[in-house]
């Protein structure tokens, strides 16, 4: 009898394919391409009153797979779930074995944080079981989203209907992230710059050129201007007033001349000079925020395309005859940690390749600077150091091998010793005016040597760069030349790829799965667009944002969405639970949803059930009216409802005889009659020029002969009837006269 198998089922084929190459004949690795189940579409899918329970369904073409799985886990002695080891990865294992559960076998959860042969031994020995905490937090996430999708979309797209015929949507983390770029506009739109001069002196020594600037004249030091010249978002009027006070500076051209012309009369010589050594440390390991960071600023990557790349290098790639590699270890990651065994590996590789003294007495050690960090991963880095991205590029794509650079030499970098400079400041005065001129020299490349860290911001200017000759302290001076240069306060930069993603991580808004969805989202939804690599918002994204400020504004804010995210944590370590989490954010949203509805379609469609708005919704056929006041009530209209009701016109001097209220021109069935301006809740016609079109009356006092239900006065080709309410289910019908009829509607 042969001996059975094990199963192993992972996310993606590919990596099915480098995991099958590993473990041989013994096992069958299956995959199970992504989720499984989901949430049913078309439909809210959780049921509120039940302790917000989820409805999932089988995604569509998924049941072969699943069928598959199953299969195979029959036959098999053992099965693992290997699918990505973080909250995703958990919810997709959780619903692989809801699907293939077998009475009596176990299940087993496996994490592989590198696919190397290493890495995929280390987690068969350390199998466990599957983790519901951590799936009741991707469960929350997960309907949260579903919440605000199903009830806040619609709200949006029916507030902005005359504006766009877009789909619209409203998202937890994406609604915020929208905020803080229309934010950034708003206060790049309102910014006054301060216009300031500087004045440089060129001078001589030695027979050798050098500038210095301006930094003081009759003893007053120069503090050139920040900021606008109005107050900032966030800033009170003190704190405005305290900041402008502080400034001392060249106001204007003239001012300017008149110093300059100042200056070329008096004599120069060298007050002081100092040179002082400094260092600059290397930076941590990848994590997948600084990973979009970086891959932004240096490769101009989005960080949806950093983040498919990324995932390619830790499934495995495919180099020749070796076959599926897996060449860094999982991207998904907020930790900077590293194994002592990667360590240890790239502490030889450093003192082999480079030498001693580029190696650090002991091992750097890092510390994460975000918020909430989970650290069940390691940082981002290479699985085999000895794969440089040089010897493997003739098997990678441009994009693969660049990105591939990229995270090998910043784990290089990160365990090398630091830069070394020695900082050269020489202040050269007379006896009106102090100019300063600085300038740096690398003396100890470092960590240079491998790999050099990008910069969000430009340098403010180049002082760092001059060099500068050697000269002694009271040394005399001559002044060759003064020029003045122009300058304005800069308004805050609009953000882009990268300051986005560092921004959000800062404070504490998604996770790192998610910042290069959020991302993706808001460019397809064409809430904003891309101008020379920044994000500039759309005038349907200012539309968008402006309604969710004005109606959500408790709820779409960095703080809020930051403890949501504290919250849905403490799901996964098991402080709270879910129902606790889901609620608390549930309840709110509830009652400023019902406010806005109240607000801002009062005068709308209202719901024949209930009498609340009725909002836009849209399913599988198309757009719907839905009662605002869904799950609670579930009563819909076709979207025709909306038209004719936005297309109806006030009859002057026409009241209803019900209520007393304007009665509006509408259209029916047999052509245009009057209708109660307050239907639903008044249902009171009238004829117009004689015409015999109304609406159709219920008549409480009237049964139908058939089911005893309640009579409905109609018109038809022979005159007024009264039909059944319950039509079509019951055809029930009662002749009527002309007189009988009016009586009845007191026409």
């Not at 003081?216 to 120069?222: A, T, W």
């Not at 978002?233 to 008149?258: L, W």
């Not at 290089?412 to 005065?429: C, F, L």
């Not at 019902?594 to 399913?619: T, Y």
Request: with cysteine; hydrophobic share 30%; aromatic share 10%.
């Amino acid at each position: 009898m042969s001996k059975k198998k094990n199963l192993i089922v992972v996310e993606s084929p590919t990596k099915a394919k480098t995991i099958n190459k590993y473990l041989g004949k013994d096992y069958i690795v299956e995959p199970s391409v992504g989720h499984i189940k989901d949430l049913k579409k078309h439909t809210l899918s959780v049921d509120i009153k039940n302790g917000f329970k989820p409805i999932y369904e089988i995604i569509r073409g998924k049941k072969d797979t699943i069928k598959k799985i199953r299969e195979e886990a029959t036959k098999c002695e053992k099965v693992y779930i290997a699918t990505d080891p973080d909250r995703e990865g958990e919810a997709i294992a959780w619903h692989i074995a809801e699907e293939i559960s077998i009475p009596g076998k176990k299940i087993e959860r496996v994490l592989f944080n590198e696919i190397t042969p290493k890495g995929i031994q280390e987690g068969l020995k350390n199998t466990r079981e599957l983790d519901e905490k951590l799936y009741s937090s991707q469960q929350a996430r997960r309907v949260l989203d579903r919440l605000i999708g199903f009830q806040i979309s619609p709200f949006v797209s029916n507030a902005l209907i005359k504006k766009s015929n877009l789909k619209l949507s409203a998202g937890r983390v994406q609604s915020v992230a929208l905020r803080l770029i229309c934010e950034r506009e708003e206060d790049i739109e309102n910014f006054v710059p301060f216009e300031y001069w500087n004045i440089l002196g060129k001078f001589e020594a030695n027979g050798k050129s050098f500038t210095g600037k301006l930094i003081e004249f009759d003893g007053v030091q120069i503090k050139n201007p920040e900021g606008s010249k109005t107050i900032q978002r966030g800033e009170t009027q003190k704190e405005f007033q305290k900041r402008i006070s502080n400034f001392v500076f060249i106001s204007s051209e003239e001012d300017a001349v008149k110093l300059v012309e100042r200056i070329k009369k008096e004599e120069y010589y060298v007050r002081s000079i100092k040179r002082n050594k400094f260092k600059s440390s290397p930076k941590p390991p990848f994590i997948t925020s600084t990973l979009q960071q970086e891959a932004a600023r240096k490769l101009g990557f989005s960080s949806k395309l950093t983040m498919m790349l990324a995932q390619r290098l830790y499934e495995g790639v495919s180099l020749g005859k070796e076959g599926n590699v897996g060449l860094i270890t999982y991207m998904r990651t907020d930790s900077v940690r590293v194994s002592q065994d990667a360590i240890s590996s790239v502490r030889n590789f450093i003192e082999t390749k480079f030498g001693k003294k580029y190696l650090p007495t002991k091992p750097n050690e890092y510390k994460s600077k975000s918020l909430n960090v989970q650290d069940a991963h390691e940082a981002i880095r290479p699985t085999y150091l000895e794969k440089t991205p040089e010897s493997l590029e003739k098997f990678l794509d441009k994009n693969l091998y660049e990105l591939y650079k990229l995270i090998y030499y910043r784990f290089v970098a990160s365990q090398m010793t630091a830069a070394e400079y020695e900082q050269t400041t020489i202040e050269i005065a007379s006896p009106s005016f102090v100019f300063r001129a600085s300038g740096r020299v690398l003396t100890f490349d470092g960590y240079l040597a491998v790999y050099q860290e990008s910069s969000d911001e430009s340098e403010k200017d180049d002082e760092s760069k001059v060099l500068l000759p050697q000269i002694h302290e009271n040394q005399k001076l001559t002044l060759i030349d003064v020029e003045t240069k122009y300058s304005q306060t800069q308004p805050p930069p609009r953000y882009n790829q990268a300051t986005l993603i560092k921004e959000l991580e800062e404070k504490g808004i998604g996770r790192p799965s998610t910042y290069a969805t959020i991302v993706s989202t808001l460019l397809d939804r064409k809430y904003i667009e891309l101008k020379k690599k920044a994000f500039v918002p759309t005038e349907l994204g200012k539309e968008v944002n402006g309604i969710l400020i004005n109606y959500f504004s408790d709820i779409f804010n960095v703080k809020f969405t930051a403890k949501m995210e504290d919250a849905l944590d403490t799901i996964a370590e098991g402080k709270s639970e879910y129902v606790q989490v889901v609620g608390s954010f549930f309840t709110p949203l509830s009652k400023l949803l019902e406010k806005a509805n109240n607000e801002i379609f009062e005068n709308g469609v209202k719901c024949d059930v209930c009498g609340a708005p009725m909002v836009i919704r849209v399913s599988k056929k198309g757009r719907f009216l839905g009662c605002s006041r869904y799950p609670n009530c579930q009563n819909t209209k076709p979207i025709t409802a909306f038209q004719e009701n936005k297309e109806q016109k006030i009859a002057e001097g026409i009241f209803c005889d019900e209520c007393g209220k304007p009665m509006v021109i509408r259209k029916g069935k047999y052509g245009e009659f009057y209708g109660c301006s307050d239907y639903p809740s008044c249902k009171g016609t009238k004829p117009i020029n004689g015409s015999k079109a109304f609406r159709p009356i219920e008549i409480q006092d009237e049964k139908c002969p058939k089911c005893k239900s309640t009579m409905v006065l109609r018109i038809g080709r022979n005159g007024y009837f009264l039909a059944c309410s319950r039509y079509p289910e019951c055809k029930g019908t009662k002749k009527i006269t002309k007189q009988e009829a009016e009586k009845l509607t007191k026409i």
